[in-house]
């Protein structure tokens, strides 16, 4: 019944949040208040974005945030809005964020939900123009209302995402989310100040022939991922790598494709952030039909252990992060094979 939910092109994100609502007889609505939230964060943060070479918040701080990058001054304004607007909005108790290298207490006792964001994903496209994303997820806490936030809350698999989406600033704004009943994207027009549902139902196609991959990795990563990118280029697959992850997602999602950032010399676990950039985009890409995985599991069933960890990603068209999986696997047996051959000549000498 609920998968048949649809609502014609057009209609206001506020009315979609509230037709969706009616369909859960026991809803309380603090999702839909919370998912408004999110959306007036999405505005405020796309006008900082579209006048950022005017109002001088191009550049960075000249600090490196928990993760021991570069911070960009977009990406403390995102942060900061972002966690405004959802402390101020009152439906989450904590937050993790990639610019706070701690869980947030919003001091919202009451409130149910717990948010995982990446304010700016994209940062070192900030400055020259190119698109750039946030991204969240939204989980149900665990411990008990009116007592604060704590790490069980937040480290939760992200199978257990109760809603997930991300905003895309680029040539359009576009907010696009789910809530486990399909993924649906809205466009912003500025001079209404209101998204407007423009990708209802999107559905991932599952041959992909579009690569994102930063070349520049080749050498830094491992035989399986080179056999795949070469697998890509003698296929004539395109490569488009925009370098945001978000945007990169986006296009393979309308269009089929596969986005992979591995395991590499100088990143050893991936370099994405399960909590923040992961769960929410494998959500996403599974709702409409795709998938997303480490180079060991699914990524939604991965357990979390800290809030800043990061994991290999290979997300997108079903049968090409089959295609790539099945070649780490190839890798995998062999390379177990030439230890096992060395082990055994190593035992007959
Ligand atoms: O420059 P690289 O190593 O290819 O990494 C690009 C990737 O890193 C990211 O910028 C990381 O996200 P943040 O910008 O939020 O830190 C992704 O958006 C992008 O896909
Ligand atoms: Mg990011
Ligand atoms: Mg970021």
Redesign the pocket.
């Known amino acids: 019944m609920l998968e048949k939910f649809t609502a014609p092109i057009g209609t206001a994100l506020d009315r979609f949040i509230a037709q969706k609502q009616e369909q859960f007889p026991f809803a309380t609505g603090e999702l839909s208040q919370l998912l408004r939230d999110i959306a007036l964060a999405a505005k405020i943060i796309n006008r900082e974005i579209n006048r950022a070479g005017l109002s001088g918040i191009e550049g960075s701080v000249g600090e490196e945030n928990v ?1 021991g ?1 570069n911070q960009q001054k977009l990406d403390v304004v995102a942060d900061v809005r972002f966690i405004r607007a959802l402390i101020k909005g009152e439906q989450t108790c904590g937050i993790i964020s ?1 610019e706070d290298e701690n869980l947030i207490d919003t001091k919202n006792p009451k409130a149910k939900y717990v948010v995982a964001i ?1 304010p ?5 496209n900030i400055n020259v123009n190119v698109s750039v994303g946030t991204i969240f997820s939204i989980y149900r806490r665990r411990t008990s209302l009116n007592t604060p936030p704590t790490l069980e809350d937040m480290l939760q698999p992200g199978r257990d995402q109760i809603a997930a989406g991300y905003v895309l600033y680029g040539s359009s704004t576009m907010l696009v989310y789910s809530t486990g009943y399909g993924v649906n994207g809205f466009t912003y027009e500025p001079s209404l100040g209101e998204f407007f549902l423009s990708h209802p139902n999107i559905k991932m196609k599952e041959n992909g022939e579009i690569y994102s991959f ?1 070349d520049g990795l080749y050498y830094q990563t491992s035989e399986g991922i080179r056999n795949f990118i070469e697998h890509c280029r003698k296929n004539q697959y395109s490569g488009r790598y925009i ?4 945007s ?1 997602f986006h296009r393979n999602m309308l269009k089929g494709g596969m986005y992979l ?1 591995p395991a590499t010399k100088k990143h050893t676990q991936g ?2 952030r399960l909590m923040y ?1 992961c769960n929410a985009l494998a959500f996403l890409a599974e709702q409409a039909g795709g998938m997303a995985f480490s180079d060991k599991e699914r990524i939604l069933d991965i357990m979390p252990e800290s809030l800043h960890q990061r994991v290999p990603l290979f997300i997108g068209s079903k049968n090409m992060v089959k295609q790539c999986l099945q070649l780490l696997n190839e890798e995998g047996q062999e390379k177990a094979a030439k230890t096992k051959k060395t082990e055994d000549r190593q035992v007959t000498e």
């Open positions: 993760q990058e990639e990446d700016l994903d994209g940062s070192s930063n370098g945001s992850l978000v990169d950032y370099k994405l950039e």
